[in-house]
């Protein structure tokens, strides 16, 4: 009997794994974003970081503002030292497209896509869980929306069921933000997204711009934020008065079950960690049996 073999609780092992990262913002050059934030920097730690989890995603998604301010040379960037990772951890990659970002540059750029102003969509099958990214930007503002033709696309994708249900990958999340002046640059005509996904298969939206993780309903299906990978918002000021920290930086660990999807946030930090569990002591409760398990690991000693 191994580990692998052995339920620990109720549930079974996650159907699908998927990363899910966030407003890289890279730039060209060595320039550092308003002059303080690494980017490429951070999105190496970032990766660094994932690559030290040893997993074997089934997706990596990126939910927008992969650049900065859309410069050809960021997206090759991003796209060397992403690329290469993925393929090494067999994982394809999702591209959403965010304000920050220019669809012409990153089709060429990422895609190998002639430029062209047309929104940045597509539809990945991770043997049966199906991904969606849509394109909420919007040429020449930072606000989001959706227009018709996106929509009208999205109903004929989900007009036939994925057998493991569906992710929406978009940039600007369909919630409030705690912070007042990002609800300017929100997603616009939410109600109409929320007619599209009535009664189909969507089981989750995957969105960032935010720089904070956070989560919530949308339409009664659940939203999940990741926070950015360059820098994130300080939450514990004021907010009217938040701004961005070169701290705090984190993505998201999708499982995806049957029942239910959970997004759990790893931080992306350098600090010292127990030592108590190990592969070794995993293996040591597998053999034992569920009440010896209770024992050795529930039952409080004093």
């Given at each position: 009997?191994?580990?692998?073999?052995?339920?620990?609780?109720?549930?079974?092992?996650?159907?699908?794994?998927?990363?899910?990262?966030s407003?890289?913002?890279?730039?060209?050059?060595?320039?550092?974003?308003?002059?303080?934030?690494?980017?490429?920097?951070?999105?190496?730690?970032?990766?660094?970081?994932?690559?030290?989890?040893?997993?074997?995603?089934?997706?990596?998604?990126?939910?927008?503002?992969?650049?900065?301010?859309?410069?050809?040379?960021?997206?090759?960037?991003?796209?060397?030292?992403?690329e290469?990772?993925?393929?090494?951890?067999?994982?394809?990659?999702?591209?959403?497209?965010?304000?920050?970002?220019?669809?012409?540059?990153?089709?060429?750029?990422?895609?190998?896509?002639?430029?062209?102003?047309?929104?940045?969509t597509?539809?990945?099958?991770?043997?049966?869980?199906?991904?969606?990214?849509?394109?909420?930007?919007?040429?020449?503002?930072?606000?989001?929306?959706?227009?018709?033709?996106q929509?009208?696309?999205?109903?004929?994708?989900?007009a036939?069921?994925?057998?493991?249900?569906?992710?929406?990958?978009?940039?600007?999340?369909?919630?409030p933000?705690?912070?007042?002046?990002?609800?300017?640059?929100?997603?616009?005509?939410?109600?109409?997204?929320?007619?599209v996904?009535?009664?189909?298969?969507?089981?989750?939206?995957?969105?960032?711009?935010?720089?904070?993780?956070?989560?919530?309903?949308?339409?009664?299906?659940?939203?999940?934020?990741?926070?950015?990978?360059?820098?994130?918002?300080?939450?514990?000021?004021?907010?009217?008065e938040?701004?961005?920290?070169?701290?705090?930086?984190?993505?998201?660990l999708v499982?995806?079950?049957?029942?239910?999807?959970?997004?759990?946030?790893?931080?992306?930090?350098?600090?010292?960690?127990?030592?108590?569990?190990?592969?070794?002591?995993?293996?040591?409760?597998?053999?034992?049996?569920?009440e010896?398990?209770?024992?050795?690991?529930?039952?409080?000693?004093?």
């Amino acid at each position: 009997m191994d580990a692998a073999s052995v339920r620990f609780g109720h549930h079974e092992p996650p159907r699908r794994t998927l990363l899910h990262l966030s407003d890289t913002h890279l730039l060209a050059g060595d320039r550092r974003l308003a002059g303080r934030f690494d980017t490429a920097e951070n999105l190496a730690r970032t990766l660094d970081a994932v690559e030290r989890m040893r997993l074997r995603p089934d997706a990596i998604v990126f939910t927008g503002d992969l650049t900065d301010v859309g410069e050809p040379e960021a997206y090759r960037a991003l796209r060397a030292a992403v690329e290469p990772f993925a393929e090494g951890l067999g994982a394809p990659v999702v591209w959403v497209a965010g304000n920050h970002d220019e669809r012409p540059a990153l089709r060429a750029g990422l895609l190998d896509a002639a430029p062209s102003e047309e929104p940045v969509t597509g539809v990945w099958d991770l043997e049966g869980l199906r991904v969606v990214a849509l394109d909420s930007s919007v040429p020449g503002w930072h606000h989001g929306d959706l227009d018709e033709s996106q929509l009208r696309w999205l109903s004929e994708v989900l007009a036939e069921p994925a057998p493991l249900g569906t992710l929406l990958a978009l940039h600007h999340p369909p919630l409030p933000s705690h912070i007042p002046l990002f609800d300017i640059l929100e997603l616009r005509n939410q109600s109409a997204l929320a007619d599209v996904i009535a009664g189909s298969d969507v089981r989750g939206i995957l969105a960032g711009h935010l720089h904070y993780s956070t989560s919530g309903t949308f339409a009664g299906v659940p939203v999940s934020v990741a926070a950015a990978t360059c820098y994130t918002m300080n939450l514990a000021r004021p907010a009217a008065e938040v701004n961005g920290m070169d701290a705090g930086q984190s993505f998201h660990l999708v499982h995806v079950y049957d029942e239910t999807i959970t997004h759990a946030v790893v931080p992306v930090v350098d600090a010292p960690t127990g030592d108590f569990f190990s592969q070794e002591w995993l293996e040591r409760m597998a053999s034992l049996t569920e009440e010896e398990r209770l024992e050795q690991f529930s039952r409080k000693r004093s």
